[in-house]
């Protein structure tokens, strides 16, 4: 029998992290019971969260602006990886003068917090750091995303964007450390467990095993990513609440390698690997090229001998978290990049391949699509004029006029519809960030709207299923992607009047009209059957082939 021997599952190292000072108020020490105790008012939490809130809405870490800018300077990148780069360094700009923030969707709150054994409070921490994300959504140009369950079917946004995740642990020390993150739903829908086996622990196998897994991501959660792999876990939930950790580089200063102590470590080997097949998949940043992910991290778990869980998840082109720490010195908040500027290249889009094909979107529909249907899919476009606006329960109620016998909205017939939700405007601005959402949510309505009439060019981000691709084909319909990221900039240089056009009782989700000058897009499905998140068009563009034709039906 060996020996007892205790180690943290996941034991980090030194903390790294350049940190600003908030406050010192509302933090003390006080003597008791022969030791000294760090005293945290309630303020001090509401505070600190609402602040943490606040930045990570708006600036990001400097370590991801450089691979930013780092694409516009590698000769392997491709004309469009670096035309989403610039976008989202743009962006970056924008949010950071503090008004629109950076995505549209902005997001769960999550808080995890560990609490030192040397810590008081008034025990209600929860509650005071609830309070700290109420301040900040409500008093910030954010979006309300929460909806509370009335029913088991009814909902209705609670209009503060509570509740927030929070989770809060007791450990040793006299320190009182967080995580701070928000999550939008583009990159928490593609956090993924597979229950695997030990056939899956070689490399052959497991590169094999993620190059499928990796593929399926798609780009609705708006690449590059950091890409996190957790293979092992005590748990299922244990493997996934790892990978997200780790996807927000809280893991970074794990050891490299294992033990008979079974703590997780980090393998760099696997990671470089694993890196490489992503630069090879044709992906890219959004629309073809080799920025699909700016890095990987592989966390390997200990795991029950019947169980080999493997857990999948990404942070988005939104990359939004921040460490923070209150000790007796202070409330302390992670240093995020308030001067973005200074990671823009002198390259402007002039100087980009590839120039855009100009959309006038106040042209009949038909010669708009008329239009499309002379260029391939991968183009780049620069659209110009109205758009509608309408995302999920939009497309619940035009199903549900046909499912009556009415016919669909003219609006629906006559323009692009834009698959989108505004965060809130703010006072002088003609919207709030407002960049695009998720388009498969809206797969299932297409075929039987293009029957109708109506939805002939959809614009959103990530790629389609097969009945979309299938229903464009046979009705003559197309799917435009956007750039996935750049809401802010969207906002201030793109679209110049909003206004509600049915449905005001949805809220953000209610049906809107907006006006765009020069909103970037690509040709993704066509009316011909391309699609080019097919892997046929993907080893095309990743060859520098031509595009490979479908026959139309």
Known sequence: M???AYSDLLPTGPDQTEYRLLTTEGVSTVQGAGRTFLQVEPEALRLLTAEAMHDIAHYLRPAHLTQLASIMNDAEASPNDRFVALDLLK????????????????????????RGQNV????????HIARGVYDAYTKLNLRYSQLAPLTMWDEKNTGSNLPAQIELYATEGDAYKFLFMAKGGGSANKSF???????????????????????????????PYHLAIVIGGTSAEFALKTAKYASAKYLDELPTEGSMLAHGFRDRELELDVLELTRHIGIGAQFGGKYFCHDVRVIRLPRHGASCPVAIAVSCSADRQALAKITPAGVFLEKLETDPARFLPETTD??????????????????????????PVKTRLSLSGTLVVARDIAHAKFKELLDAGQPLPQY???HPVYYAGPAKTPEGYASGSFGPTTAGRMDSYVDRLQAAGGSMVMLAKGNRSKQVTDACAEHGGFYLGSIGGPAARLAQDCIKHVEVLDYPELGMEAVWRIEVVDFPAFVVVDDKGNDFFSPEQLNAAFLGLPQVPVAKG
């Not at 008081?120 to 509650?127: F, R, V, Y």
């Not at 094999?208 to 690449?223: D, H, M, Q, Y």
């Not at 002039?350 to 260029?375: F, G, Q, T």
């Open 91 to 114: 962006n970056a700009n924008i949010a950071a003068g503090g008004i629109l923030p950076m995505c549209q969707d902005t997001g769960t709150a999550i808080v995890m917090g560990k």
């Open 120 to 127: 008081l409070t008034d025990g209600a921490d929860g509650e």
């Open 412 to 414: 629906l017939k006559d």
């Open 350 to 375: 002039d100087h980009l391949d590839n120039e855009a094909v100009r959309i006038d979107l106040d042209r009949p529909m038909a010669d708009i699509r008329a239009e499309l249907a002379k260029h």
């Open 193 to 223: 467990l597979y229950q695997e086996t030990k056939a899956i622990l070689n490399k052959p196998s497991m590169l094999k095993f993620l190059e499928e897994k990796i593929r399926s991501l798609g780009t609705s959660a708006c690449p």
């Open 2 to 4: 060996p020996d007892f």
